[in-house]
């Protein structure tokens, strides 16, 4: 039977020849149409093969199914997502959605040349640091400023630049790892540096730090546990303890602070989130952070703290292999001065964290009557949702979503696989897209493809 199947497979050359393909081929490269019409080939072998095809679809089928492999191979594999899981910053979904100010300030140095490395006042070479550095300087009153690719590449340079050669005592509640292999102590191997853990996983005291210091100890270092609490019965020295302890003993303090937000959160309800300013203002002496995470600025790994300290890192030989390059550059200014003049929330994840819950279910609601309007019973439902991108862990914030219930598997895959991704989450048998990452905008494209997925 499956002799007989695999015998009567269409051969390449034939389908190539075919009246249906042939003008596929006036459309798309001969490359293009022949690796469709061998991927479609290949499929139906297989599902032979293991028994889950028992008949040939007709010509037809065929030639549909070939259109169908050229178009998915000939589309962009980055695009659109809608974002319907409410965590504002998702990692897998690209984090923090820039600004249209610093997209367009991010297209603008694409397309165009630009003062990148030009002081158009002299005529002569500028620094490429330049455009950033004052206004991160002003924004979180530090005294210097280095950006490079990510704040994993920010804490690399960091460690290498200060520690290499000593010893670092971090608190063994503080041993992080971020997602992609980034942990604590693994960096601080790959920077030559050797970690001392002080402390225990839930109470580390000033005195456990004092203790571990000698004559190699090169830095104090304190890391965010951004992705994580360690809630109960638990003790660590405030930050400007610890600056009072390293300053005693001559002794540089350094801080990964993960998220790095410029404005408090609290006015949002998100708590424990600590502000770049905060370091600072503590007198911690070097900090890092990230650019696409709470700031809702590029990818980038922003280094602010003591000029003695930033300098040597702009001289260092890692600084040149992690520079970041200039749309990433135009667009980290533009969502700097908008926090710089008060626009910041023109940005979209200080809108999105900041929308109160009324609002959300009033957006939500204009969705559901698209839907309803449109014959799809959908209801609202209030949820929780989630910062994401390993900020404030611990905390939901209270969101409305859009529900759908019924076949929600079905539906959350057909979604999924659209023209347009639409990433929503199942919950207690409902499909729920949440409004607090939706765009308004894109509700049109969403009742289309519900309708369809339905249907
Ligand atoms: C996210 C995070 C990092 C890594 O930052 P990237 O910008 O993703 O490279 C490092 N440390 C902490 C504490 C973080 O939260």
């Given at each position: 039977?499956?002799?007989?199947?695999?015998?009567?497979?269409?051969?390449?050359?034939?389908?190539?020849?075919?009246?249906?393909?042939?003008?596929?081929?006036?459309?798309?490269?001969?490359?293009?149409?022949?690796?469709?019409?061998?991927?479609?080939?290949?499929?139906?072998?297989?599902?032979?093969?293991?028994?889950?095809?028992?008949?040939?679809?007709?010509?037809?089928?065929?030639?549909?199914?070939?259109?169908?492999?050229?178009?998915?191979?000939?589309?962009?594999?980055?695009?659109?997502?809608?974002?319907?899981?409410?965590?504002?910053?998702h990692?897998?979904?690209?984090?923090?959605?820039?600004?249209?100010?610093?997209?367009?300030?991010?297209?603008?140095?694409?397309?165009?040349?630009?003062?990148?490395e030009?002081?158009?006042?002299?005529?002569?070479?500028?620094?490429?640091?330049?455009?950033?550095?004052?206004?991160?300087?002003?924004?979180?009153?530090?005294?210097?400023?280095?950006?490079?690719?990510?704040?994993?590449?920010?804490?690399?340079?960091?460690?290498?630049?200060?520690?290499?050669?000593?010893?670092v005592?971090?608190?063994?509640?503080?041993?992080?790892?971020?997602?992609?292999?980034?942990?604590?102590?693994?960096?601080?191997?790959?920077?030559?540096?050797?970690?001392?853990?002080?402390?225990?996983?839930n109470?580390?005291?000033?005195?456990?730090?004092?203790?571990?210091i000698?004559?190699?100890?090169?830095?104090?270092?304190?890391?965010?546990?951004?992705?994580?609490?360690?809630?109960?019965?638990?003790?660590?020295?405030?930050?400007?303890?610890?600056?009072?302890?390293?300053?005693?003993?001559?002794?540089?303090?350094?801080?990964?602070?993960?998220?790095?937000?410029?404005?408090n959160?609290?006015?949002?309800?998100?708590?424990?989130?600590?502000?770049?300013?905060?370091?600072?203002?503590?007198?911690?002496?070097v900090?890092?952070?990230?650019?696409?995470?709470?700031?809702?600025?590029?990818?980038?790994?922003?280094?602010?703290?003591?000029?003695?300290?930033?300098?040597?890192?702009?001289?260092?030989?890692?600084?040149?292999?992690?520079?970041?390059?200039?749309?990433?550059?135009?667009?980290?200014?533009?969502?700097?001065?908008?926090?710089?003049?008060g626009?910041?929330?023109?940005?979209?994840?200080?809108?999105?964290?900041?929308?109160?819950?009324?609002?959300?279910?009033?957006?939500?609601?204009?969705?559901?009557?698209?839907?309803?309007?449109?014959?799809?019973?959908?209801?609202l439902?209030?949820?929780?949702g989630?910062?994401?991108?390993?900020?404030?862990?611990?905390?939901?914030?209270?969101?409305?979503?859009?529900?759908?219930?019924?076949?929600?598997?079905a539906?959350?895959?057909?979604?999924r696989?659209?023209?347009?991704?639409?990433?929503?989450?199942?919950?207690?048998?409902?499909?729920?897209?949440?409004?607090?990452?939706?765009?308004?905008?894109?509700?049109?494209?969403?009742?289309?493809?519900?309708?369809?997925?339905?249907?």
């Amino acid at each position: 039977m499956n002799q007989q199947l695999l015998r009567k497979l269409p051969k390449v050359d034939e389908l190539l020849r075919a009246p249906a393909v042939e003008a596929l081929r006036g459309e798309h490269p001969e490359q293009t149409v022949t690796d469709a019409v061998r991927k479609v080939i290949g499929n139906l072998r297989q599902g032979i093969l293991n028994g889950q095809i028992d008949a040939l679809p007709d010509q037809e089928t065929l030639f549909a199914q070939i259109a169908g492999q050229i178009r998915s191979d000939v589309r962009p594999s980055m695009r659109t997502v809608i974002n319907g899981t409410g965590i504002v910053l998702h990692t897998n979904l690209g984090r923090a959605c820039l600004s249209e100010k610093a997209a367009q300030a991010a297209s603008d140095a694409a397309r165009r040349y630009s003062t990148l490395e030009y002081n158009v006042s002299t005529g002569g070479r500028g620094l490429r640091y330049s455009h950033v550095e004052e206004l991160i300087c002003r924004l979180t009153g530090a005294e210097s400023a280095l950006v490079v690719n990510n704040n994993a590449a920010a804490v690399l340079l960091v460690l290498s630049s200060m520690t290499t050669g000593g010893q670092v005592p971090v608190s063994r509640g503080e041993l992080v790892e971020i997602g992609g292999s980034f942990r604590v102590p693994d960096i601080m191997e790959a920077c030559g540096a050797q970690l001392k853990e002080v402390g225990t996983t839930n109470k580390t005291h000033l005195f456990d730090y004092e203790r571990a210091i000698c004559p190699e100890t090169k830095a104090l270092m304190k890391v965010h546990t951004s992705n994580y609490r360690i809630v109960g019965f638990t003790e660590k020295p405030t930050l400007a303890e610890m600056v009072e302890l390293g300053h005693k003993y001559n002794l540089p303090v350094i801080e990964d602070l993960g998220s790095g937000s410029l404005v408090n959160l609290e006015q949002f309800g998100l708590h424990d989130e600590p502000t770049v300013q905060d370091s600072i203002r503590a007198g911690v002496d070097v900090v890092s952070f990230s650019g696409d995470k709470l700031l809702g600025g590029p990818q980038a790994g922003i280094i602010i703290g003591k000029k003695q300290y930033v300098d040597k890192m702009k001289k260092h030989p890692l600084t040149r292999a992690m520079r970041v390059d200039k749309m990433t550059l135009a667009a980290l200014e533009s969502t700097l001065r908008s926090y710089d003049n008060g626009t910041w929330s023109d940005i979209p994840t200080m809108a999105m964290l900041s929308a109160s819950a009324d609002e959300l279910k009033e957006k939500a609601g204009i969705l559901c009557d698209q839907l309803n309007q449109a014959g799809i019973p959908a209801q609202l439902a209030a949820v929780e949702g989630q910062v994401g991108g390993g900020s404030v862990p611990t905390q939901t914030i209270p969101s409305w979503a859009v529900a759908l219930e019924g076949a929600v598997e079905a539906l959350e895959e057909k979604l999924r696989l659209g023209e347009t991704a639409i990433v929503g989450r199942i919950h207690n048998d409902r499909y729920l897209l949440d409004a607090r990452t939706l765009w308004v905008e894109d509700f049109p494209t969403i009742v289309r493809a519900v309708k369809e997925a339905l249907a």
